[in-house]
């Protein structure tokens, strides 16, 4: 039995291999985004560097999106043609999986290119909107179990555990409601101040006008 050519499925070697690339770089970019958002490492200057990575590694994992769809273009077994990868649920191979797949790398290019224009829609709406990335990530492992040629594998099932795990976990502990601590330090320095605070004037002039009463009482029983 002749053993396949490889160079006959070249275009589907790059997709799967661009796919998975894709998703290795969405999960690390939502990875570190909520770490940032979990405020977890307090390191000065830090900030900075994980925004810059967080930042190129979510164009990267658009670039890998788009390399995986396009390949597909030559890939003789699937023929999905423009609208098959461009249109959600009209591909012919597991149209569920890979329309949801779809609408993944429309959500990921929507939510990082929004990065350049957070000034003009606000940054308060774009903090709101950036919170859906953990939809991207979501969208992509489902994609990769439904339609992935490597879903069953256990080097990629691995590989999905080991970076979602933590971002469930993270996910889950931003959702909590914080508990709004009281000011009570504020409160303190106000008391402590009235406790050592200077006589005021009027008790000063009270206690110098007893002491004159004694002074003259004392003058008087010295007279007499």
Do not use: C
Not at 99 to 116: F, K, N, P, Q, T
Not at 162 to 172: D, Q
Not at 183 to 201: D, E, H, I, K
């Amino acid at each position: 039995m002749t053993p396949p050519n490889p160079a006959d499925h070249i275009w589907w070697l790059a997709s799967r291999a661009s796919g998975i690339v894709a998703l290795g770089l969405i999960s690390v970019s939502v990875l570190i985004g909520l770490t940032m958002a979990a405020k977890i490492m307090r390191k000065p200057g830090i900030g900075r560097s994980l925004t810059a990575v967080h930042e190129q590694l979510s164009l990267a994992g658009l670039v890998a999106i788009g390399v995986h769809g396009l390949t597909l273009l030559g890939d003789g077994f699937l023929h999905p043609g423009l609208s098959g990868i461009a249109i959600p649920f009209t591909m012919s191979f597991r149209p569920v999986f890979t329309g949801l797949g779809i609408v993944g790398g429309y959500l990921a290019a929507a939510l990082g290119l929004s990065y350049y224009v957070r000034r003009r829609i606000g940054t308060k709406l774009w903090r709101k909107l950036h919170r859906a990335t953990i939809l991207v990530w979501a969208l992509g492992v489902v994609h990769t179990l439904g339609a992935g040629t490597d879903a069953s594998t256990p080097w990629l099932r691995w590989i999905m555990l080991v970076t979602g795990v933590p971002i469930v976990v993270l996910f889950v502990v931003r959702m909590l409601p914080r508990k709004r601590r009281r000011p009570a330090a504020a409160a303190r320095p106000a008391a402590v101040t009235r406790s050592v605070a200077p006589p005021t004037a009027p008790a000063r002039s009270s206690e110098r006008i007893r002491a004159r009463r004694a002074a003259a009482v004392a003058l008087e029983e010295v007279a007499r």
